[in-house]
């Protein structure tokens, strides 16, 4: 697979591919931005269909992860980890200390925390082999099925807003905490021809990520619990200039979150391209 050539691929800094025979670890961490600070992101442990269903992942999420961070105004970027296993069968200490071995060699650029098939157990004992770790709560599963409710939450994997499932939506509201909630960008228009409201899945469940970011930075709890309060009139904003622009929801949040870690001049070619 040519990563620099994956529709996932978004410019990342760096993509770390980790390997320890004696533990048994195989892993992938993906950097995607440390402009705005160092990169923070869970790591999931799923038994991946393929190496590049992994890297994908690895891609997306990390991605996703720094315009949670920008689109909060938080002083971090976005990264992520990804381990090929079975979390239930294949996990063990050696693995998860080789694990925290390979985060502590990038030198304070990378913070992990928990995710799928990674609980606050397993953070501990990554802990034992890196200081760079926060107490990210993990995501709940839940059923892609949509029955005839007024909003759809999906809260468990990504991509569960495709061709197929956005035909069968009844809701008119889309609000979840799953990440990377669209199969594509070209979904977000799709939700919004179909008259569907969809809240950006990395603006409204940007809290477990002002969480750690606060844990991080010693924030106090009132600091923290005003940063999650915020979401809400940052989903205004994205909800008002969508509305006036005519334009889907997921594209404003893009720009808005873009405003805070990219170049001026990288930000007017995708604004000019884009039509804002």
């Given amino acids: 697979m040519q990563i620099f050539e994956s529709l996932s691929f978004d410019s ?18 993906a950097i995607h931005s440390t402009s705005c600070g160092p990169s923070v992101g869970g790591c999931r442990m799923l038994p991946y269909r393929s190496e590049r269903d992994a890297i994908d992942d690895a891609l997306r999420l990390s991605r996703g992860m720094t315009y949670k961070a920008a689109i909060s105004g938080l002083p971090v970027g976005g990264g992520k980890a990804v381990v090929f296993g079975d979390a239930r069968t294949q996990k063990t200490p050696a693995l998860l200390a080789s694990l925290g071995r390979a985060i502590e060699n990038l030198g304070g650029k990378y913070f992990t925390a928990e995710d799928v098939g990674m609980g606050p157990a397993d953070m501990a004992e990554i802990h034992r082999t890196t200081s760079h770790v926060l107490g990210l709560p993990a995501e709940m599963g839940g059923s892609g099925d949509d029955a005839d409710v007024d909003v759809f939450a999906p809260s468990a994997l990504g991509a569960v807003l495709d061709d197929h499932t956005i035909g069968r939506l009844k809701a008119r509201i889309v609000a979840g905490g799953a990440n990377n909630q669209l199969a594509t960008t070209r979904h977000g228009e799709a939700l919004r021809a179909a008259g569907v409201l969809y809240a950006p899945d990395y603006a409204i469940n940007a809290g477990g990520m002002i969480r750690v970011t606060g844990e991080m930075l010693g924030w106090t709890s009132d600091e923290v619990e005003k940063r999650v309060t915020g979401i809400e009139s940052t989903l205004h904003r994205i909800f008002g200039e969508a509305r006036n622009l005519g334009v889907p929801t997921n594209e404003v949040a893009d720009r808005i979150a873009r405003e805070r870690f990219e170049p001026p001049e990288l930000r007017h070619d995708q604004a000019k391209a884009q039509g804002f």
């Fill in 12 to 29: 990342h800094e760096q993509v770390v591919f980790v390997s320890d025979p004696r533990s048994r670890l195989h892993a992938i961490i």
